[in-house]
């Protein structure tokens, strides 16, 4: 069996043959992957009149600590975003009634985000879903596979400095 990316690389192999072009064998793959995985993926938010961006922050303020409050800075390292894009995502969701921002009891010059009881609703409703696509997503692999390749993309993301928070 053969998918694409193969046919690619018999291709380079033909009319390159001096180039060794493994790599595109992982990268060709990740890139197609991506746009499949993000196909399936905004199908399933779109079922919750979510898209990726408000999944992210809706799902990184409820997997924080009790009370689900975060600064918009944290946020912004969670999501790797620009602080521009950070705070459109939050007027959308506190538009929708799905967070708010209050002042820092602390530091009166930063605002704290939270969950509202309907935000809280809305990601415990999607969350269950979303894993239910991953799952099928990533259903032709066993359970040690699956390892396998958390694994190796770990590795690979280190490598290139993707480490911690």
């Known amino acids: 069996m053969a998918d694409h990316?193969?046919?690619v690389l018999e291709q380079?192999?033909?009319?390159?043959p001096d180039l060794d072009v493994s790599p595109m064998a992982v990268i060709g793959r990740l890139q197609r992957l991506s746009l499949l995985v993000g196909s399936e993926l905004r199908r399933t938010f779109a079922a919750h009149d979510l898209d990726a961006a408000s999944f992210d922050v809706l799902a990184t303020l409820r997997r924080s600590e009790a009370p689900h409050r975060l600064t918009p800075a944290e946020l912004?390292?969670?999501?790797m975003v620009t602080?521009?894009?950070?705070?459109?995502?939050?007027?959308?969701?506190?538009?929708?009634?799905?967070?708010?921002?209050?002042p820092s009891e602390s530091d009166g010059r930063s605002v704290l985000?939270?969950?509202?009881?309907?935000?809280?609703?809305?990601?415990?409703?999607?969350?269950?879903?979303?894993?239910?696509?991953e799952?099928?997503?990533?259903?032709?692999?066993?359970?040690a596979q699956r390892a396998a390749v958390a694994d190796t993309l770990r590795d690979v993301l280190?490598?290139?400095?993707d480490t911690g928070h």
Not at 89 to 96: G, N, Q
């Open 76 to 79: 912004m390292r969670s999501a």
């Open 113 to 133: 985000v939270s969950l509202t009881d309907e935000g809280q609703d809305l990601i415990d409703r999607a969350l269950p879903d979303h894993i239910a696509t």
């Open 135 to 143: 799952n099928r997503l990533l259903a032709a692999l066993s359970p």
């Open 12 to 16: 380079w192999a033909q009319r390159r």
């Open 5 to 7: 990316v193969d046919h």
């Open 158 to 161: 280190e490598s290139l400095g």
């Open 83 to 102: 602080s521009g894009a950070i705070t459109q995502r939050l007027d959308r969701l506190e538009a929708r009634g799905l967070v708010t921002r209050t």
